[in-house]
C-alpha cells in the first residue's frame, strides 16, 4: 500500500546519468565503426566501375580488331604483326594494308591499332594492341597454324584506393584467336 508523501524506488522514470553516458558510448563506438567501413565500400564500388571500363575499352578495341581485313586472295593484312610484347603492329614486310580509303605498305604502322591514351569520358586510361603469329613456335595455346593470330588487349589505369590513388596502373587485358578470311 502507498502512503502520500513517501517515494517508491521502483517507481522512479527516466534514465540515470549513467545509463545516458553507457548509450552514448555505445552509440559513438558503432558510429565509428560504420565510419572506418565506409570508404572501404567507396573503394569497391569505384574499383568495380574502373574495371567495368577497363575491360569495356578493351572488348571495343577487340571487335574492332576482329573486323579487320586480312586475306589471303586478295592479299590484303591490315592486322599486322608485332614484332614483340612491346611494340605495336606493323604491316608485315612483302605484304599491304588496304581499308577503305587508307593504304598502308609493308613495315608501315596499322596507324588503328596503335598504343593510345584515351580521352574524356575514358581519361586516366590507356590501351595498347599486340598481335602474334601463331605460326611460328611456340604457337598460340596450343595452336600452331600461320592462318591464326593472338590479338592480346590491355587496358591500363590508375586504381582509387581506400586512402587515395593507388601507386601503380592496374591492367586488364583480354585476347582472341582470330583467322585469316
Known sequence: ???????????????????????????TLALVALATIVPIGVYGVQEGNQTSAATFLADQKLEQAKSLPWT?????DCLGLSASSTV???????TTCTFGATTIAGGGAVTWLADETLASPFAGYSRN???TNCGSAPGCGGITDPGMRLV????????????????????????MTVAQR
Do not use: C
Open 72 to 76: 589471303s586472295v586478295p592479299g590484303n
Open 152 to 175: 592480346t588487349v590491355t587496358v591500363f589505369y590508375t586504381p582509387m584506393t581506400g586512402t587515395g590513388v593507388a601507386p601503380t596502373p592496374k591492367a586488364v587485358t583480354v585476347w
Open 1 to 27: 500500500m502507498s502512503h502520500p508523501g513517501q517515494r517508491r524506488v521502483a517507481d522512479e522514470r527516466g534514465f540515470t546519468i549513467v545509463e545516458v553516458l553507457i548509450a552514448a558510448v555505445i552509440i
Open 88 to 94: 605495336a603492329p606493323t604491316v608485315p614486310a612483302g
Open 129 to 131: 594492341v599486340r598481335i
